[in-house]
Nanobody, 125 residues
Framework: QVQLVESGGGSVQAGGSLRLSCAAS????????MGWFRQAPAKEREGVAA???????TYADSVKGRFTISQDNAQNTLYLQMNSLKPEDTAMYYC???????????????????WGQGTQVTVSS
């Protein structure tokens, strides 16, 4: 059973930074794609950033130039460095992993098979 555990969320003022981590366990190889998603109150969950096994990254337009996704394969850990945070970045952030199934794109929810429980990010103005 795959387990994904996010950490690093918190409260920060606009313009600040946070680094989210996602520790993956329970499998002998990492997913062929990993991603970060977020869901704000009363809004649908949306893709933020994704990285494939060959290191190709994809970002939502709203975070390009501010967020960076990276991975430490040796530690089975996924990161999301978030800089220049804005109040509209406030959301629950989720880590996701894909092992199998149809490919709907790197930022599509349906692409991913496993999800973490989320970590809250709150940005105040």
């Amino acid at each position: 059973q795959v387990q994904l555990v996010e950490s690093g969320g918190g409260s920060v003022q606009a313009g600040g930074s946070l680094r989210l981590s996602c520790a993956a366990s329970g499998y002998g190889y990492r997913g062929n794609s990993m991603g970060w998603f977020r869901q704000a109150p009363a809004k649908e969950r949306e893709g933020v950033a994704a990285i494939t096994s060959d290191g190709t990254t994809t970002y939502a337009d709203s975070v390009k130039g501010r967020f960076t996704i990276s991975q430490d394969n040796a530690q089975n850990t996924l990161y999301l460095q978030m800089n220049s945070l804005k109040p509209e970045d406030t959301a629950m952030y989720y880590c996701a992993a894909r092992f199998r199934g149809n490919w709907y794109g790197p930022l599509a929810l349906r692409t991913y098979n496993y999800w973490g429980q989320g970590t809250q990010v709150t940005v105040s103005s």
